[in-house]
């Protein structure tokens, strides 16, 4: 999602954007949650209260999927990752670190919580670190975003409308097709 839609997302659909938003993208939708907090669209506590719900809920889910359906294509091809596979090793040497500190860090997302239903770490323990990770993850972007929101988008406003806009979009298209053109030509050789 880009961070104009997300935006528009959270403003028309409140801390349910938030939610849904912390649930699906991550940071983006907390720190707009936060800047729309900070401009009186909605309560602060009540926006971290949807980041917290939504990651939380959405990484347990991606956890017990990974724990219970090892079996199933879709998991061993998330396990077959390189992302996953580098979780893994970190997990069998810090295994609480990670549980805490995943979500934190980029390209983690699903790959983290994949990995450790994947691994022998207890659920129980997953939960626990989970909620507090999630915790003091919704609190830092909710307050970034509503101490920060008001400039960040002020400063990036311009590079959302044209003729920057056509530019990045531009960019990003030669990007996705150089990188689809080179897997391609890997597979081949």
């Known amino acids: 999602m880009s ?3 997300l935006s528009h997302f959270v403003h028309r659909f409140g801390v349910l954007g938030v939610l849904l938003g912390a649930a699906l993208e991550g940071e983006t939708a907390v720190l707009v949650g936060g800047a729309a ?4 669209l909605f309560n602060p506590y009540l926006s971290a209260a949807a980041a ?6 959405a990484d347990q889910l991606v956890f017990w999927a990974s724990r219970h359906e090892q079996e199933r294509a879709i998991v061993r091809r998330i396990r ?3 992302a996953v596979a580098r979780a893994l090793q970190i997990i069998d ?3 609480r670190l990670f549980c ?10 699903i790959a983290g919580p994949a990995a450790v239903g994947a691994s ?6 997953f939960v626990v670190l ?11 972007f909710t307050w970034a975003g509503y101490r920060f929101g008001g400039k960040l988008i002020e400063a990036v406003r311009p590079l959302l409308e044209p003729p920057y806009l056509a530019i990045e979009l531009g960019v990003f298209a030669s990007l996705v097709l150089a990188f689809v053109l080179w897997r391609r030509q890997g597979s081949r050789g």
């Open 3 to 5: 961070g104009h839609l």
């Open 37 to 40: 907090a900070h401009h009186g």
């Open 52 to 57: 917290f719900l939504g990651s939380v809920v």
């Open 80 to 82: 077959e990752k390189p």
């Open 93 to 95: 040497r810090h295994p």
């Open 100 to 109: 805490f500190g995943f979500r934190f860090v980029y390209g983690f997302r």
């Open 120 to 125: 022998s770490v207890p659920g129980r323990t």
């Open 130 to 140: 989970n909620a507090l990770s999630a915790l003091v993850w919704a609190i830092v």
